[in-house]
T-cell receptor, first 115, second 114 residues
Framework: DTGVSQNPRHKITKRGQNVTFRCDPI?????LYWYRQTLGQGPEFLTY????????KSRLLSDRFSAERPKGSFSTLEIQRTEQGDSAMYLC?????????????FGPGTRLLVL | KNQVEQSPQSLIILEGKNCTLQ??????????LRWYKQDTGRGPVSLTI?????NTKSNGRYTATLDADTKQSSLHITASQLSDSASYIC?????????????FGAGTQVVVTP
């Protein structure tokens, strides 16, 4: 399967713990995005990278959230000191942006439950 | 206030029937509008992308329309199949390359019954 992959698919953690999610984009896709989706809502943009550079961050991305894409390939999203409000599906998407319109390819998501 | 409103929130249709989903937006300036299909527990999959100058775009049994003057879009599903059961999300992009300005609707949950 050469699509976007995310690990783990599910994560249950206790409030206050740190969690880290990984996203492997489609090979050679230069853009990578992170979104958060709560039940019954559409995805909300968190941040995106072009190659290894983090170009934009949403106001939703508090100080407890950090994302990296060190080599311009896979990316990690870390949440420190998790809160119950962090419970959501975290989606990753990638695209082969060359200018103009682009199609984002989404991964299956990581579902986080904070107890 | 969400700048992309979708209706209905959910609908149930019989297999083989047609249905139309609505999307109204207030995002400005407008760049493009996308419809995504999201199966339960999966990431969204792009169905159509339309720019300001496009009125309609088809992808198999899915046809999207856009009226940029009234800021309305619709997604029409023809001859529905059980596999069409999913959430359909309307996404509107503002007039630049800033992904922070993507506005997602809450989606319409479609259930196709035999």
């Amino acid at each position: 399967d050469t699509g976007v992959s995310q690990n783990p698919r599910h994560k249950i953690t206790k409030r206050g713990q740190n969690v880290t999610f990984r996203c492997d984009p489609i090979s050679e896709h230069n853009r990578l995005y992170w979104y958060r989706q709560t039940l019954g809502q559409g995805p909300e943009f968190l941040t995106y990278f072009q190659n290894e550079a983090q170009l934009e961050k949403s106001r939703l991305l508090s100080d407890r959230f950090s994302a990296e894409r060190p080599k311009g390939s896979f990316s990690t999203l870390e949440i420190q000191r998790t809160e119950q409000g962090d419970s959501a599906m975290y989606l990753c998407a990638s695209s082969p942006w060359t200018g103009g319109l682009e199609t984002q390819y989404f991964g299956p998501g990581t579902r986080l439950l904070v107890l | 206030k969400n700048q992309v409103e979708q209706s209905p929130q959910s609908l149930i249709i019989l297999e083989g029937k047609n249905c139309t989903l609505q999307c109204n937006y207030t995002v400005s300036p407008f760049s493009n509008l996308r419809w995504y299909k999201q199966d339960t527990g999966r990431g969204p999959v792009s169905l159509t992308i339309m720019t300001f100058s496009e009125n309609t775009k088809s992808n198999g049994r899915y046809t999207a329309t856009l009226d940029a003057d009234t800021k309305q879009s619709s997604l029409h599903i023809t001859a529905s199949q059980l596999s069409d059961s999913a959430s359909y999300i309307c996404v509107v992009s503002a007039g630049d390359d800033s992904w922070g300005k993507l506005q997602f609707g809450a989606g319409t949950q479609v259930v196709v019954t035999p």
